[in-house]
């Protein structure tokens, strides 16, 4: 049982510390999105899926470590995290327990955030919608496609990159 458990705890210990890296690459991505500084913008969402994707990894062994750990246990399939837990004696309890409550919140800071950023993008985009709409008129309203769809009205493009 000890294998199981302290293989679970170290990779709880690691994804809690790459969603703390995801929050930073986050923050850096909202400064690089206000500065409107596109090359760093472009860095930081890179850096971010990459940090996404070894987080995903890291997810995966973390369900595989807690099913050995509830196997090991003689807990049922199914028991939550929290149920399993009060199976061992105290010091490990609180450890184990501690670990999960660090990372449930960093999850939920994670995910507050990217949706404060979400929504933050998504004004921007109905903004600059409505003053395209309001300067350009012909690029108001709707088009359907013959199958019934909606498009976006093919106008001549308003931004002409001159970094090259």
Known sequence: MRQAKETLAALMQE??????????????LKKALFDRDW???DESIRLMNEAAGRIGILEEGRDRAFRQFRTELGVENGCSFYRAALTLPEPDRGKMTGLYRHLKLSAVRVRVRTAALDDYVREEQGTLRGIIGELFPERRGKTYSRTGETRENA??????????
């Open 15 to 28: 994804e809690i510390a790459l969603l703390e890296l995801y929050l930073m690459r986050e923050e850096e």
């Open 155 to 164: 106008a001549q493009p308003l931004v002409l990159n001159h970094t090259f």
């Open 39 to 41: 090359r760093s913008l």
